[in-house]
């Protein structure tokens, strides 16, 4: 069983920052990728970010300069430090990871319960 649990988020003022936590646990053998997603009402769910086991990182323009993502892997977690955050921003923000549970199994994609981002004055 792998679990990814997500913390931070909440209701931040334009212009604020927040911070995204997310630790996974479990029956891994190996984590290649580690990101966060998001989904606004009515849209689709939009990558943010992603990093690799090696450090290679990628961004949704849209958060470019702003956000960034970084990784533990020794500890299995991942953070998204979000600054400059704008209204466009408000989101649940769910946690991914693409990993295997054994050395032969195929690569899975798992998911956190989301975390509520809300940018508002």
């Known amino acids: 069983q792998v679990q990814l649990v997500e913390s931070g988020g909440g209701l931040v003022q334009p212009g604020g920052s927040l911070g995204l936590f997310c630790a996974a646990s479990g029956s891994i053998f190996s984590i290649n990728v580690m990101g966060w997603y998001r989904q606004a009402p009515g849209k689709q769910r939009e990558l943010v970010a992603r990093?690799?086991?090696?450090?290679?990182?990628n961004y949704a323009d849209s958060v470019k300069g702003r956000f960034t993502i970084s990784r533990d892997n020794a500890k299995r977690t991942v953070y998204l430090q979000m600054n400059r955050l704008k209204p466009e921003d408000t989101a649940v923000y769910y946690c991914?990871?693409?990993?295997?549970?054994?050395?032969?199994?195929?690569?899975?994609?798992?998911w956190g319960q989301g975390t509520q981002v809300t940018v508002s004055s």
């Open positions: 990093i690799t086991s090696g450090g290679s990182t």
């Open positions: 991914n990871a693409n990993l295997r549970t054994r050395m032969y199994d195929p690569v899975v994609d798992y």
